[in-house]
């Protein structure tokens, strides 16, 4: 089951969000709300509540949400967590949920979440940015599922996962920093870096580091 690493992966993102941000990635007291607690936002939410954060949670499964709530979590409904006043949001169910007026209503500081194409379309993550939301890209802060079930095709530990896993929070640090240099969206420098490490891989063959 990937999921834990997938759950690894974006609290490290969240995590290298808040450095960037604020200075400091302590949880301690860190407001995140969280939609969607099915494998990934569970692990997700657990992580969250043992480092000292504040955990908000949408679902419209009644069994998650109790697993949810039995690890500490407030429930809300699920067509208020969108807006509700948060430090992270945190996608983690349906696709294209980030629209022009579901952003023009968030209340959240940073988006980071599991979820596959956030983004209605590429415009939202410029839409994002005007609006001062630290959006991190989901295809890079998503990858810990993918990376280990790598890993667990080569036979390899899972504390070798881990450790690759760990390395999304380095990787999002330099997305932040050239976004902010470029002042372009995270999620245009995100594609560009990856189109750029395809073309590479395309000349030396595709591999994955250790």
Same mark, same amino acid.
């Given at each position: 089951d990937p999921s834990p690493y997938t759950a690894y992966g974006v609290y490290c993102g969240m995590r290298a969000a808040l450095r960037f941000q604020r200075g400091s990635d302590s949880l301690q007291g860190i407001r995140v709300a969280i939609q969607g607690v099915g494998s990934v936002g569970c692990h997700l939410t657990d992580r969250l509540l043992r480092e000292g954060a504040d955990v908000i949670v949408a679902d419209v499964n009644a069994a998650n949400l109790a697993r949810a709530e039995r690890l500490g979590a407030r429930v809300i /409904?699920?067509?208020? =967590?969108? $807006?509700? &006043? @948060?430090? +992270? =949001? !945190?996608? @983690? $169910?349906?696709?294209? *949920?980030?629209?022009?007026? *579901? +952003?023009?209503? =968030? &209340? $959240?500081? +940073? *988006? /980071?979440? /599991?979820?596959?194409?956030?983004?209605?379309? !590429?415009?939202? !993550?410029?839409? =994002?940015r005007q609006r001062g939301v630290l959006y991190v890209p989901d295809f890079v802060i998503n990858a810990g599922g993918i990376i280990d079930v790598y890993y667990q095709q080569q036979g390899a530990s899972a504390e070798k996962s881990e450790r690759h896993v760990k390395q999304i929070g380095e990787v999002l640090a330099q997305i932040f920093q050239r976004a902010e240099r470029e002042q372009r969206s995270t999620h245009s420098v995100a594609e560009r870096m990856a189109e750029s490490i395809f073309k590479q891989s395309g000349k030396t063959g595709l591999r994955v580091p250790a």
């Open positions: /409904a699920p067509e208020e =967590l969108l $807006a509700v &006043r @948060c430090d +992270i =949001l !945190a996608p @983690c $169910a349906m696709g294209a *949920v980030l629209t022009d007026e *579901v +952003i023009d209503k =968030l &209340r $959240a500081d +940073i *988006v /980071a979440g /599991a979820a596959n194409n956030q983004l209605q379309t !590429a415009g939202q !993550a410029e839409h =994002l």
